[in-house]
């Protein structure tokens, strides 16, 4: 089973500033097959990023996904207030599992 | 439109076991897998499993191995999910959600999960 960790667990960034959030797999992602999801409080789940480093439909390009094996990256460039929530990985590549999650607050 | 709705809130007792089910409607029911993921409070987003709506192939996650039984029905479209030997730390609320496989222009594929049910919380409590 392969775990993700992502970090830090929480960012504290000003509104109009970048972020950047970590996740490690325990063993390298055939494909790149990794996913990145908003979630915010009492909404589903929306997916951001595909296959590492593609935006899915709707997500606005100051989203930008990287990495490669087992070490991956979401980037948030000039973060608008809407962008404050929590972020998991997801790896598909060998059966599936989430990240424990990065909150990202309002500095 | 595309919809999952789920069963009520669950209170159980240590050791009792609980049935969610997630009912489908907007699409056809056997031409996608269900996932369940899970969210304890205060923690994370957790997969608990799948089943192929089609041949009832189910796949879990091993940490619930032993204890998980996923099924369906596609004469109502509706998902089930089983999950027996309660403990408190499974107090959660349990989602279904619709696995698609999106082929984009630029070749190969991958998994959105799309829609999510409005969730079940099961509370284990003695």
């Known amino acids: 089973e392969i775990v993700l960790t992502q970090s830090p667990g929480t960012l504290s960034v000003s509104p109009g500033e970048r972020a950047t959030l970590s996740c490690r797999a325990s063993?390298?992602?055939?494909?790149?097959?990794l996913a990145w999801y908003q979630h915010k409080p009492g909404q589903a789940p929306r997916l951001l990023i595909y296959?590492?480093?593609s935006r899915a439909t709707a997500t606005p390009d100051r989203f930008s996904g990287s990495g490669s094996g087992t070490d991956f990256t979401l980037s948030i460039s000039r973060l608008e207030p809407e962008d404050f929530a929590v972020y998991y990985c997801?790896?598909?590549?060998?059966?599936?599992?989430f990240g424990q999650g990065t909150k990202l607050e309002i500095k | 439109q595309v919809q999952l709705v789920q069963s009520g809130a669950e209170v159980k007792k240590p050791g009792a076991s609980v049935k969610v089910s997630c009912k489908a409607s907007g699409y056809p029911f056997s031409g996608y897998s269900m996932h369940w993921v899970r969210q304890a409070p205060g923690h994370g987003l957790e997969w608990v499993g799948r089943i192929k709506a089609d041949s009832g192939d189910a796949e879990y996650a091993e940490s619930f191995q032993g204890r998980v039984t996923m099924t369906g029905d596609t004469s109502i479209s509706t998902a089930y999910l089983e999950l027996s030997g309660l403990r408190p730390d499974d107090t959660a609320v349990y989602y279904c959600?619709?696995?698609?496989?999106?082929?984009?222009?630029?070749?190969?594929?991958?998994?959105?999960?799309?829609?999510w049910g409005q969730g079940t919380l099961v509370t284990v409590s003695s």
């Open positions: 997801q790896q598909y590549g060998s059966s599936y599992s």
């Open positions: 296959g590492a480093s």
């Open positions: 959600v619709r696995e698609v496989v999106v082929f984009p222009a630029a070749g190969g594929s991958y998994p959105w999960f799309y829609p």
């Open positions: 063993q390298s992602l055939s494909g790149n097959s």
